[in-house]
């Protein structure tokens, strides 16, 4: 291949290059958004699971174990800790989300509610370390009200 060759062939791969950053930039951004969106909603998966066991377990559809109880509330209080930082501008849009406008134009609402959640899933555990169950049930139904208010009022169904 002469000089004159590759210098042309190097010319087209430099602006072929240059002519597409501006399309993977947006293409890193929205990907950037999707994965913040993923990860948000695997919180949330993982939440529920450990959560709704709990659930079960105090509304009778499932034995009550007290070591499991305790170590499901383990996960639900530090996950309730990762789900504000779960929510940073932009992640509104970029792939499917069932979180509404709202979380992001309130978000004084929304970060009390995230507080509270935060609050009531610290007492949540407290309570299944005494591994007691009459007095897990109202730790249970507290955390699900909060859950409840933030779905009602920042997630579409």
Same mark, same amino acid.
């Given at each position: 291949m002469s000089i004159g060759s590759i210098r042309t062939v190097f010319a087209t791969a430099s602006t072929a290059v240059l002519l597409c950053l501006p399309i993977v930039g947006g293409?890193?951004? +929205?990907? #950037?958004? +999707? $994965?913040q969106i993923e @990860? #948000? $909603?695997?919180? @949330? &998966?993982?939440?529920g699971s450990n959560f709704g066991q709990m659930a079960a377990m105090v509304n009778g559809? %499932?034995?009550y174990d007290p070591e499991r109880f305790e170590t499901l509330s383990k996960r639900v209080a530090m996950l +309730? &800790? %990762?789900?504000p930082e779960a929510f940073p501008a932009g992640s509104d849009r970029g792939a499917r989300t069932e979180a509404k406008p709202e979380i992001w134009s309130k978000p004084e609402e929304f970060a009390a509610l995230m507080k509270q959640l935060g609050v009531e899933t610290t007492k949540l555990q407290n309570v299944a370390g005494q591994r007691d169950l009459a007095s897990a049930k109202p730790a249970v139904a507290a955390t699900g009200k909060v859950c409840k208010s933030c779905h009602n009022k920042f997630k579409t169904d």
């Open positions: 293409g890193a951004e +929205a990907n #950037r958004s +999707a $994965q @990860y #948000r $909603q695997s919180l @949330y &998966t993982v939440l559809k %499932m034995p +309730a &800790t %990762m789900l």
